[in-house]
Each structure stands twice: as structure tokens, then as C-alpha cells.
């Protein structure tokens, strides 16, 4: 197998006392999507930028491509990372065609592969207006044209599907498909959730610079022990008098049934003749998400006491 | 070399697009134009007056005016990519820092080089074709090279300021008391210092005082050369130290040096 295309091991960083991050551990292989998810301030541009080698780990090894990233001699392989920020502005009186060109010059590339990229993120219509007259979704395009230059191995995308409208999105996502099957590896920041996970292979949770959960989604959902929610319908208010189904029973015709039990509920259900359909709904990412982040407010009591005290304040409010 | 070039030749199309390079050499030449014809206005009469005057007074205007427009032509050059989030994703790109700097520099030094040579040189061509004089030539030619060291190394502290400063009106406010510094409170400091002492102070000693200053510097360039009869004030008695032009341009260009230096270390150490 190939080695891994990014190590981290017991990664940590701190801004003069503050920690950004602490005792990270990760392998992303080669061809492989990571979901990075965490709030605003978790560490998630910190574990970039370390990734990137633009700042260095106080603690811990940082491998990239088999080299150090922040080393002089890795500089080479950066032509072959691509990176989209969380918030750039690009040079407003530049045309988007300029700009694209002169990040394509210093990777190396020709402005016709720049062309070709704005060909691709479908801003090629306006390549020759000036940046200031671009909007949001068109710069975040503009940004992302940017990331793709030189087909690089490794992409690290902060927030990329931010002002995007949902087509967009979803030609986005269709790139990274594509970037996939050609052995790209991809680190995808967002806390944005909802649509993310087909496209993700593993997701990784973070808080406060720790690591809350590393895994498939599936992975996540298992430890996480999340009920999934299923909904005959056709039964006619018959639920209630299942002693086998009453219990996980919330609402009048729904049920809440944990993971391991499904199957056992599913059989039951289907067994009924009058059932007329049935919809299976298993907890999503965003519920997995706010589980970890429980999780963790729960073993750190006074974030607790901070939290709900916050939630009074908006009840008041 | 490539990764340089490519940042020069952006820099330098900013200048042409901002048309900056236009506007300087258009004052740049009104100026020195002015001058040479009507510089001798204050003394009844107008026409094309002696070369030392027109010097002279070229150099005491451009005192002013090249530093602060090296100031305002690069100060914002780092801040302004850092608060649009774009040096950091250069500096993920294959491209040090080093190279960043020194692209720049070249860039919009290439800006401020050809504003002064077309500026200036065009009123030393229309001199030169008057007269037919060649001291005309070389005497601008000087002027020339020291104007555009002087507008290189304020150009270089720019870049101090520009990586120092965090926020862009930051940036603008020390580049406006950096011009304040080194155009005005440094020479008044200087005869201050000349009057306090009494004949304490030696001629070596205010000479050596005033490399300090790469204004200063500029200003002894091109008054070394010419009559003292023009010149007055505390650059008089400078002038008749033991220093040659070629010295002089020396230091100046250690001027334009020094700060590109302390540029990069800044650069080096900067948090991103």
C-alpha cells in the first residue's frame, strides 16, 4: 500500500499561552476525503497551516508527502498542494483571468491552465472583469479555480462551499468526486454539514484543539449510539398497542429505536400486512456533530454552567 | 528567479494599472521642468537660470516628495495582502519569503526608477538641447541616481512598516510620522543641536550625524558638486567635509540596503 499522503503524530501547537492544538494524531492516505468539523477557534485553520507548513508544530511530527512541510527543502511539493483560505480577497482591480494567471505563474502553470480552471469552476464568463465586480459566489469559485492549479495531490479547503448556491455546491462536490478517483487526497473544513457526508470517507471532530472523534461516519454513528428514527405508515394508531414496539415509540406513528435494535424493529414492521410504506431515517451527521460536542460539555462541567447560562440569558432575551 | 519575476512584473503592472507611474512622472517632470525656467522667477526674471540653482532647488523639493511617495506607493504592499488573506496563500505557494520581498521590491522599484528618470530626465534632455552642454547631463545623471536610491530606500522602509504594522491604517499613520521624521524634525533637531553645542560640534561630527539620515544623504549628493554660494543653512557647512559623490552614493545605496535587510528579518519572525 501506499504510505499515507499526511502524518500527524501528538501534533501540538500554542499561541503564547493559548493552545491551539494538542496531541493530534491523524493519517489521511492517498485518494482519501477527510471531513475536518469543529467550531469557529476549534484548530481547524491552526492544523492547516501546519499541514501547509506555513507555521511550524511545537510539539509532535508533521509529515507531508514523506517530507517536513515547513522544512526549505519541501518547498518543492508545495506546487502540488492546494490550498482555498477561509476568507480571501482577492486583488479587487485585477480581472478574474489576471489573477488566476499570476497564482498559476508561481506554481509553475501557463494562463492557459488557468483558463481552463475558470473553464471548470464556470466563471470563464467573466474572466475578463475586474474582481471588484464579482459576487460572493463567484470569488468563492474564483477561490476554489485557484486551489485546483497544477492537479495537485493534496487540496485543503477551509469553508469551501460558503456563498456557493446549491447547483454550485454540488458541482463542487462533483470536483472533489473527480479529484478523488484521481488519487487526490482532500481535507475538507466546514461547519457546514448537511450534504457533506457522501462525500466524505472519514470525519474528524474536533473542539478546543483535541480530537472528540476520528472515524467513518458510520464509525461515528456506532460509538455516538444514536437511535434511528422509523416511520410506518399504513398502521393506523396499532403502534401503541404493540407491546414489543411501545416503547420506542414517540409521537403517534413514529419510533425511536437504537441502532443495534433496527433490524429486529424492521422485521416486526414488515411482517404487518397493512403496512403501506416505510421511511428509515438513521441520525445524521449534524446529529452525530452536537453529539460529540455534548459529550464533551458534559466531561467539562463549567463549559456546562457557561452554556445554559447563556441559554437563560436568551430566554430572557 | 522565475517565482521573483512573475511577483515584479505583478507589482509593476499594479503601478501602471494604478497609474501611479503616470502620476509621478508627470509631477516629477512639471517640477523639475518648472523650475529650471522659472526657478529664477524670485530674482525678476524668468528664463532658464544656472544649472547649481536649478539643482539646488530640485533636490530641496525632491527631498520631500520622493520619500513621501516611495511611503505611499508601498506602504500598504504586506498589510494590505495580509488583511485580504492573500500572503498567507502565497506563502503556501512555492515561493519564500526572500522572494516575495525582492519581487516587490523590483517591481514597484522599477515604478519609482522609471518615474524619475523619465521625469527629471526629460528636463535634463530639454536643458541639454538648449545649451549643449554635456556637464548638464552628468550633473542630472547624478541627480537622477541619487533620487532614485533616495525613492529605493524609502521604498525598503516602507516594507518595514508595511510587514510591522498590523492593520493597514496603522501602517499609513507610521509612514506618514516616518516621512514627518526624516523630511522635517531630523534636520531641525540637527541645528537645534548646531546652536546648542556652540562650536562644540565638529564639521565631521554633524557630516557623520546626517548619514543618518538617507534624506540628508540625498541632499549632500547633489549640493557636493555645486557652489556653495547656492546652498545655505547647515548643509553648507556639511558640504566642505571630505566626502565624494561616489561616497555619498555609496551610503545611499547602503540606505536602500540596510532597510531591504531589516525587511526580510521582520518577514522572517513575522506570526502569520
Redesign the interface.
Known amino acids: 500500500m501506499n504510505s499515507p499522503i499526511v502524518t500527524l503524530e501528538n501534533v501540538s501547537k500554542h499561541?503564547k499561552n493559548l493552545p491551539a492544538l494538542s496531541s493530534i494524531n491523524l493519517q489521511l492516505a492517498q485518494g482519501e476525503v477527510l471531513g475536518l468539523f469543529g467550531h469557529n477557534g476549534a484548530g481547524k485553520t491552526t492544523m492547516m497551516?501546519l499541514i501547509?507548513?506555513?507555521?511550524s508544530a511545537d510539539a509532535g511530527n508533521v509529515t507531508v508527502m514523506g517530507m517536513k512541510p515547513d522544512n526549505?527543502s519541501a518547498?518543492?511539493m508545495?506546487?502540488k498542494?492546494g490550498?482555498l483560505?477561509?476568507?480571501?480577497?482577492?486583488?479587487e482591480?485585477?480581472t478574474g483571468l489576471e489573477v488566476l494567471s499570476?497564482?498559476s505563474?508561481?506554481?509553475?502553470q501557463s494562463t492557459a491552465h488557468a483558463k481552463a480552471l475558470l473553464e471548470q469552476v464556470g466563471i470563464a464568463h467573466a474572466m475578463d472583469r475586474q474582481v471588484k465586480t464579482y459576487s460572493k459566489g463567484m470569488r468563492q469559485r474564483l477561490g476554489l479555480a485557484?486551489a485546483f492549479i497544477g492537479e495537485p495531490k493534496l487540496l485543503l479547503l477551509d469553508e469551501p462551499t460558503v456563498g456557493l448556491d446549491p447547483s454550485a455546491t454540488a458541482e463542487f462536490y462533483q470536483s472533489v468526486d473527480r479529484l478523488k478517483t484521481q488519487g487526490t487526497s482532500v481535507v475538507l473544513c466546514s461547519h457546514v454539514l448537511p450534504g457533506v457526508e457522501q462525500h466524505i470517507d472519514r470525519a474528524m471532530i474536533i473542539s478546543g484543539g483535541k480530537t472528540l472523534a476520528l472515524g467513518t461516519i458510520a464509525e461515528l454513528r456506532g460509538q455516538a449510539n444514536l437511535p434511528t428514527k422509523i416511520k410506518p405508515l399504513g398502521l393506523n394508531g396499532t403502534l401503541a398497542n404493540d407491546t414489543l414496539l411501545r416503547p420506542y415509540l414517540i409521537g403517534a406513528d413514529s419510533l425511536q429505536v437504537p441502532e443495534q435494535e433496527k433490524l429486529m424493529v424492521l422485521r416486526h414492521l414488515l411482517a404487518d400486512d397493512s403496512l403501506r410504506d416505510i421511511s428509515v431515517e438513521s441520525a445524521n451527521l449534524e446529529q452525530v456533530y452536537q453529539y460529540y460536542l455534548q459529550q464533551k460539555a458534559h466531561s467539562n462541567p463549567e463549559k456546562m454552567n457557561n452554556s445554559s447560562a447563556t441559554e437563560n440569558n436568551k430566554a430572557g432575551a | 528567479m522565475r517565482e521573483i519575476i512573475t511577483v515584479a512584473n505583478k507589482e509593476f503592472h499594479d503601478g501602471l494599472r494604478n497609474r501611479w507611474l503616470l502620476s509621478i512622472t508627470l509631477i516629477f517632470a512639471v517640477l523639475s521642468v518648472g523650475l529650471t525656467y522659472f526657478g529664477a522667477a524670485a530674482s525678476g526674471t524668468v528664463g532658464v537660470t544656472s544649472l547649481s540653482t536649478t539643482i539646488a532647488s530640485l533636490a530641496s523639493l525632491a527631498v520631500f516628495l520622493i520619500p513621501l511617495i516611495a511611503l505611499l506607493l508601498s506602504y500598504d504592499s504586506f498589510v494590505g495582502e495580509q488583511e485580504g488573506g492573500t500572503l498567507l496563500l502565497l506563502l503556501t505557494y512555492p515561493l519564500s519569503k526572500n522572494q516575495l520581498l525582492l519581487g516587490k521590491f523590483f517591481g514597484q522599484g522599477g515604478i519609482i526608477t522609471l518615474a524619475t528618470l523619465l521625469g527629471f530626465g526629460a528636463s535634463a534632455l530639454l536643458l541639454y538641447i538648449q545649451h549643449d552642454n554635456f556637464a548638464i547631463i552628468e550633473t542630472f545623471a547624478y541627480f537622477i541616481l541619487s533620487a532614485t536610491l533616495l525613492g529605493l530606500s524609502f521604498t525598503a522602509i516602507a516594507y518595514m512598516i508595511s510587514l510591522v504594522a498590523s492593520e493597514k491604517s496603522k501602517a499609513a499613520g507610521m509612514a506618514l510620522l516616518t516621512w514627518f521624521f526624516f523630511a522635517l524634525v531630523f534636520d531641525l533637531a540637527l541645528l537645534a543641536l548646531l546652536v546648542s553645542a556652540d562650536s562644540g560640534l565638529s564639521q565631521s561630527t554633524l557630516t557623520q550625524l546626517m548619514m543618518l539620515n538617507p534624506a540628508d544623504v540625498f541632499r549632500l549628493v547633489n549640493l557636493a558638486g555645486l557652489d556653495s554660494t547656492d546652498v545655505n543653512g547647515a548643509l553648507a557647512v556639511a558640504i566642505n567635509a571630505n566626502l565624494t559623490q561616489g561616497q555619498l552614493l555609496l551610503i545611499l545605496l547602503s540606505w536602500v540596503i540596510a532597510p531591504l535587510a531589516m525587511a526580510s528579518v521582520i518577514f522572517k519572525n513575522k506570526k502569520l
Open positions: 499561541y497551516k501547509l507548513g506555513v507555521i526549505k518547498w518543492h508545495r506546487a498542494m490550498y483560505p477561509e476568507n480571501v480577497m482577492f486583488y482591480q485585477l499570476y497564482f505563474r508561481l506554481k509553475g485557484q
